[in-house]
């Protein structure tokens, strides 16, 4: 959330096209960041892709209502992960036209 907001040592940091969101962080809860996200005016039309391992309903649907822009689960498997990673920014940074 810090380097979102720039705030210390992220104070130059550039504001990211795109999240990829794991809901299993070590200290802030994945659904709290979403939130925060969302929640926020100068952060809430970045796009947040939530890449985790869960695959409950209950996780998507949470995501969702707290507007993800998509939920994805990610593989097992090293190399349909990065076949995944690809495909999300194929998609999100070269198909979708999003606001600057």
């Known amino acids: 959330m810090k380097f979102l907001h720039k705030e210390e040592k992220y104070a130059k940091m550039t504001k990211p096209d795109l999240i990829l969101l794991d ?37 998507i649907l949470k995501s969702y209502n707290l507007f993800a822009n998509c939920y994805i689960t990610k593989p097992i498997d090293l190399d349909q992960f990065i076949k995944v990673v690809r495909s999300i920014e194929d998609f999100w940074l070269t198909i979708v036209k999003l606001p600057k």
């Open 23 to 59: 809901l299993n962080l070590p200290r802030m809860d994945g659904r709290e960041v979403l939130r925060a996200i969302k929640s926020d005016d100068k952060l809430k039309r970045i796009p947040v892709v939530i890449l985790t391992m869960s695959s409950a309903e209950e996780d």
